[in-house]
Every structure is written in C-alpha cells, then in structure tokens.
C-alpha cells in the first residue's frame, strides 16, 4: 500500500519542542509514500470528563481528533518525558481517544497501527515516557511497532539552529520506524 495517510501527534506544547521537530523530520524522511499530518491542536483538548464523553455531548475539538485518528491509517506520537512519564497533555488526549462508552462508535485506537519515539535533553532521552505510553496502548489494544526504539537521548545535539535533524543515526532509526508503521499497516 502507498499513500498511507499518518497522523501524528507531539505530546509537548513547547514552541521550540524537540519531539514537534522529530515529527518535522519524519515529514522530511519518510522512506515510503506516507503524509504526515501534524496535530496542532492538543493545546486546546479540555480534561478528560466522563459526563461529557458521549457522541451528542463532546466538546467539538475533540470529536475532530477522535475523527481525524479513526480515519487515519496510522498513528505517530513524538513523547517528551515528565517526572518518568508522559505529559498529562498527551495523557489527556489519549484518555479522549480510548472510549466508546455507547458501543456504537468504535474505538479510535482499538488495533490502530502506531509508531511510538521521543526525545528529551537528558542521557535516558525519553524512555521511561515511551515505556509508559506503551502501556496505555496495552489497554486499547493499539497494533504498537516494537522495534527500532527511536530514543533522542541529548536531543539538543541532534538538531541544527534551524530545527533540522542533523544526526545520521537519528534519521536511519526514524527512517527503520515509519518503514515498520508502514509495515503494520499493509499488514491489516
């Protein structure tokens, strides 16, 4: 299959993020014909509230996330690590993402093919964060990459001034993750 359409999503609100940039490079390197849609709207996900998680009463932003990761063929999340874990912005969104209390709508992550990296300035990058988000998946029963494990350890070394990814081990471990996502998806 080509053309795949992946959504991705950063978990840092960060202006000059480094986990948005590695999404940036993943538009740039992709090894296969995939679009790349970057979320830019996880700033303005409400808190998760059980009261108001039915079709007929979700806020309107979230209804277009759910919407735009349900009609996309796969999904890729750029994670930043918070005290060992991923930020509650990101846990947040997913929380949206992983309920059907009606059963009728199906579950926007429910066996989604998704592509999990991180980065992070630290010497540990963002593995605890990807080890946490991991397990969120286990719950919704998301079809997660296993491997290569794309961990920015010291990430302010991988980029230009400009943004750019410049690392050639970096670009080749991104390369190996969206060829695996790919893999996943024309395996459905």
Do not use: C
């Amino acid at each position: 299959m080509t053309g795949s359409k992946i959504f991705a999503i950063s978990g840092s609100l960060r202006a000059d993020s480094h986990n948005t940039r590695l999404l940036h490079a993943a538009q740039k390197f992709t090894p296969v014909d995939q679009q790349i849609e970057i979320y830019e709207g996880l700033r303005d996900i409400p808190p998760y509230d059980y009261d108001l998680d039915t079709p007929e009463l979700r806020p309107a932003v979230v209804e277009d996330l759910r919407r735009r990761v349900a009609e996309a063929d796969g999904l890729l999340i750029a994670t930043p690590e918070f005290n060992y874990s991923i930020p509650g912005v990101l846990k947040n969104a997913l929380d949206w993402l992983s309920t059907d209390w009606t059963r009728t709508e199906g579950l926007p992550l429910h066996r989604k093919p998704t592509a999990i990296l991180g980065a992070a300035p630290t010497n540990f990058g963002s593995v605890r964060a990807q080890l946490a988000l991991r397990q969120v998946f286990v719950w919704t029963e998301s079809d997660v990459v296993v491997k290569p494990e794309v961990i920015v350890f010291r990430s302010h070394e991988r980029f230009d001034a400009d943004g750019n990814l410049t690392d050639e081990t970096t670009v080749g471990l991104l390369r190996g993750l969206l060829t695996a996502l790919q893999d996943k998806i024309d395996a459905r």
